[in-house]
C-alpha cells in the first residue's frame, strides 16, 4: 500500500462543518473541499462511528485522497452520534434517512457544488447508501456501498437462516459503549456534558428489541431494499470480500437492481479493499475516483466498460486462521446470474456425492453442542485476528460427510451451491449447518463455504413452524456465495451438522436429521473460463497521508479453545486489546479493549452461555473518558436471558451505571 502525497488540488479542511437540519438539530461533519474556482461535486459518508477519534485512522486515508483529485468528501457524525445533536435509539432508523435526504439537498445547494452528490460507506455506512438511494433524494446520482446488505434479516448481525447469531449482543454490547460517550469538548464545547448526560440516560441495550423480532416482520423489512429493489435509480458500485459475512448481497443486487450498476468482489474480510486483509489489496481508490468522475462530473473515465462483476477466485491454499494474503485470481462475467455458469448435480448417495442417484440405507447424524468450533467467526476483521476456519477434519467427524471422487480436472466454482435435502428429524427444533469443503489428497480439509437453516423456517422466514417430527419432509437452501478452484485430484465434501457454535446459538435439545439417501441433491455452480479474465488489471493499493499518531501501547488479538476434562465445559474466549493511540494533530488519545467468552457443554445445548465486554476510553484536551459494557445471554427451553450493564467513567471515576435483565420468549430459534 502506498501513501500518495501529490495531488493535482490542494485540499481545504473544514472541521466542524456544522449542518443545521429543519427541526434545530446541529449535524456535525469534516469537509475535504478541492480549492478551485469551478464547481465540484460531493460524496458524503454518514455513520455513527465518530468522525474525530473513531473512523480517523481511515478517514483520512480516503476522503482527502477523493478531494485531492477535485471530489469534495463530506464525513457526516449522524444525529446522537460523534458531536452531533439527538440521541440515536437504533440502527437504520427512517429518522436517519429522513435526515441524509435534507442533508444532501442543501449540501448540493453550496455555491462551490455541482449539485451532484454520490454517498459512500462500508458496513452501516453500505446500509444507508443503500436505503438513502432508495429515497432517491434528487441530487443523489450514484453510491459505493461496501460490505453490506439487501436485506436486513438474512445477512447482517442478528439473523442467519432464520437461526440466531451470537454476534447480535456482541454487536449490541459494542453499541452500548460508542452511545455512551460524549461529544468532543474542543468541537462543542461547554454543552459536551450535558448532552453526555443525555445520551446515558437514553442509553439500553439494542438486543432488547432485537431479540423480540426473531422473525422476518416489519421491523427488519424497513430498510430492506430487496423489498424493492425499482425504488434505487441511481448508479451503484457494489463492493466486498470473500471473508466478509455479507458477500451474499452482492450477487442479489446484481441480479434485483434495474439501475446502472457494477461489483467487485475480492478476498478481503469486513475492509476497504485499499486496506484490507487477506490481500491482495487493490487500487479501490483509483475505482472510486473514476466512479465519482463518470457519475458526478460527467468525465469519461471507462469505469463502465468494465465487466459487470469483476471477482477474485481463491485458489490452492492450506486453511489457516489468518493469510496476510490469498492465493488466486481475477476472474469477470458480464451478466449475473451468469449464462456462462454450468450447474452440475450431484446426489447424497449411500457412498458419497455421484453424479447418479442411488438408493440406500438412511445417513444419521447427531452433532454434539460443540460443533461448529473450527469453522471460524461470524464477521472476520482481517490482519492477524484469528478469525478463520482451521482444518474441518475435527468438524467433519461430527457430521455426515458426502464426497466426490478425486477430481479428474480441475474446476473453479462461482456463486451459491443449491441443495435440496429429503429428511427426518426427532425433535421439532433443528438448526441444519451445511459445510462444502476442498478435501486434499492427505485429508487436509478446507472450508469453501457454508449455509444454516433453522428448520422451522424451512418454507417462510415470517411464519415458521415445527418441523414434523419422525416424517419424512423436503428443505431447500443456498450456501453462501463464493469463488475457489478446487485441483485436479482433490474431491469436494458436503458435510452436514445439526449445530454450528458458536456463530449460532443452538436450539433447546440436541437433535438426529437423517437424510434420504438418492433422493437429495446439492447444484454446483462449475465457471469455464473466460477471455474477459485476462482484461481484469486493478491499480496499485493507494492511500492519502495517514493521520499522525503516536502508538502508546501495541495492540493484540487472540483465540483459545479450552476443553474441562472435569466439568466437560468447553470455553471459547476471543480477546481483542486495540492497544493504546495519541491522535497527535488534535490531542486525543484513544484506548479499547473487547473481550468474548462462549462456554457450552457438548451433550446440554441450555449450557450455552455468552459473556461479551467491551471498555473504550478518550482523552481530548482537560477531559477524560471511558465506558466500559457487559452483556451476558443464556437461555431455557422458554425464554432468553439477556443481562446487561454500562458504566461511565471521567477521570478513572464513576459517574453513571445502569444495566437490566431481560426474560424474551424463544420463537422457535
Not at 495531488?7 to 456544522?18: M, Q, S, T, Y
Not at 449522524?78 to 435509539?89: F, P, V
Not at 422473525?215 to 424493492?228: L, N, P
Not at 411464519?463 to 423436503?474: L, N
Amino acid at each position: 500500500m502506498t501513501v500518495r502525497r501529490e495531488f493535482p488540488f490542494a485540499v481545504e479542511v473544514i472541521d466542524p462543518l456544522w449542518i443545521e437540519l429543519s427541526d434545530g438539530t446541529r449535524i456535525a461533519a469534516t469537509l475535504w473541499k478541492p480549492k478551485t474556482s469551478d464547481k465540484v461535486p460531493l460524496v458524503v459518508e454518514m455513520i455513527p462511528y465518530r468522525r474525530r477519534d473513531g473512523t480517523i485512522f481511515r478517514d483520512l486515508e480516503i476522503h482527502p485522497y477523493w478531494a485531492g483529485f477535485g471530489v469534495a468528501c463530506c464525513r457526516i457524525d449522524i444525529r446522537g452520534a460523534g458531536d452531533s445533536d439527538g440521541l440515536l435509539a437504533d440502527e437504520y432508523l427512517p429518522r436517519e434517512q429522513e435526515d441524509a435526504c435534507e442533508i444532501i439537498a442543501q449540501l448540493a445547494a453550496l455555491p462551490w457544488c455541482n449539485g451532484n452528490v454520490g454517498m459512500v460507506g462500508i458496513s452501516w455506512g453500505g446500509f444507508n447508501s443503500l436505503q438513502v438511494a432508495a429515497r432517491r433524494p434528487p441530487a443523489l446520482k450514484a453510491i459505493i456501498t461496501l460490505c453490506s446488505t439487501d436485506d436486513r434479516y438474512a445477512d447482517d448481525v442478528h439473523y442467519m437462516g432464520g437461526a440466531l447469531i451470537t454476534e447480535n449482543e456482541m454487536w449490541s454490547n459494542f453499541m452500548l459503549v460508542k452511545n455512551a460517550m460524549p461529544p468532543d469538548p474542543q468541537i462543542v464545547g461547554d454543552a459536551w456534558r450535558d448532552m453526555w448526560m443525555k445520551r446515558l440516560d437514553a442509553n439500553r441495550s439494542w438486543s432488547e428489541h432485537w431479540l423480540e423480532h426473531q422473525r422476518r416482520d416489519a421491523y427488519w423489512k424497513q430498510g430492506s431494499v430487496c423489498e424493492d429493489f425499482s425504488k434505487i435509480d441511481c448508479a451503484v458500485l457494489a463492493v466486498c470480500g470473500w471473508e466478509d459475512s455479507y458477500s451474499n448481497s452482492v450477487a442479489r443486487l446484481l441480479e434485483g437492481l434495474t439501475s446502472p450498476k457494477l461489483a467487485i468482489m475480492g478476498p478481503w474480510t469486513h475492509a476497504f479493499p485499499c486496506r484490507g486483509d487477506p490481500g491482495p489489496r487493490i487500487g479501490y481508490l483509483q475505482e472510486g475516483l473514476r466512479w465519482w468522475k463518470h457519475w458526478l462530473a460527467d468525465d469519461e473515465t471507462g469505469i463502465m466498460d468494465e465487466p459487470l462483476y469483476r471477482v477474485f477466485v481463491i485458489g490452492e491454499e492450506r486453511p489457516r486462521p489468518f493469510y496476510e494474503n490469498h492465493e488466486g485470481h481475477w476472474v469477470a462475467e458480464e451478466a449475473w446470474p451468469s449464462p456462462r455458469i454450468e450447474w452440475q448435480t450431484r446426489y447424497l448417495n449411500p457412498t458419497g456425492l455421484g453424479s447418479e442417484p442411488e438408493t440406500g440405507a438412511l445417513r444419521s447424524v447427531r452433532s454434539p453442542a460443540t460443533a461448529g468450533t473450527d469453522c471460524g467467526r461470524w464477521g472476520g476483521y482481517g490482519g492477524t485476528t484469528p478469525d478463520l476456519a482451521i482444518d474441518q477434519r475435527r468438524e467433519d467427524g461430527q457430521a455426515l460427510c458426502f464426497d466426490t471422487e478425486p477430481l479428474a480436472e480441475t474446476i473453479t466454482l462461482l456463486g451459491a451451491p443449491e441443495i435440496e435435502l429429503e429428511l427426518m428429524v426427532d425433535v421439532p427444533k433443528v438448526n441444519l449447518a451445511l459445510r462444502l469443503c476442498d478435501i486434499y489428497p492427505d485429508g487436509t480439509s478446507a472450508l469453501m463455504t457454508y449455509g444454516v437453516l433453522n428448520l422451522s423456517h424451512r418454507d417462510s422466514h415470517e411464519f415458521p413452524k415445527p418441523c414434523p417430527v419422525g416424517e419424512p419432509f423436503t428443505v431447500r437452501l443456498k450456501l453462501n456465495d463464493f469463488a475457489r478452484e478446487i485441483p485436479k485430484g482433490h474431491c469436494i465434501r458436503l458435510a452436514i451438522a445439526t449445530q454450528h457454535w458458536f456463530i449460532l446459538w443452538p436450539q433447546p435439545t440436541l437433535a438426529t436429521a437423517t437424510i434420504r439417501t438418492g433422493l437429495s441433491t446439492i447444484r454446483l455452480p462449475v465457471r469455464p473460463a473466460s477471455p474477459l479474465d485476462k482484461r481484469i488489471a486493478f491499480e496499485p493499493a493507494e492511500i492519502a497521508s495517514p493521520v499522525p499518531a503516536t502508538e502508546i501501547a501495541a495492540g493484540a488479538t487472540t483465540k483459545t479453545v479450552e476443553d474441562d476434562l472435569g466439568s466437560g465445559l468447553r470455553t471459547i474466549t476471543l480477546r481483542s486489546n486495540g492497544g493504546t493511540q495519541s491522535i497527535d494533530d488534535r490531542a486525543i488519545t484513544t484506548s479499547s479493549w473487547n473481550n468474548d467468552t462462549f462456554i457450552i457443554h457438548p451433550d446440554d445445548p441450555l449450557s450455552a452461555k455468552l459473556v461479551t465486554e467491551y471498555a473504550w476510553a478518550i482523552k481530548s484536551g482537560p477531559s477524560d473518558m471511558e465506558a466500559r459494557s457487559r452483556t451476558e445471554l443464556t437461555a431455557d427451553h422458554e425464554n432468553f436471558y439477556l443481562t446487561w450493564s454500562i458504566e461511565a467513567r471521567e477521570q478513572g471515576r464513576v459517574i453513571h451505571s445502569k444495566g437490566a435483565t431481560r426474560a424474551i420468549k424463544r420463537d422457535f430459534c
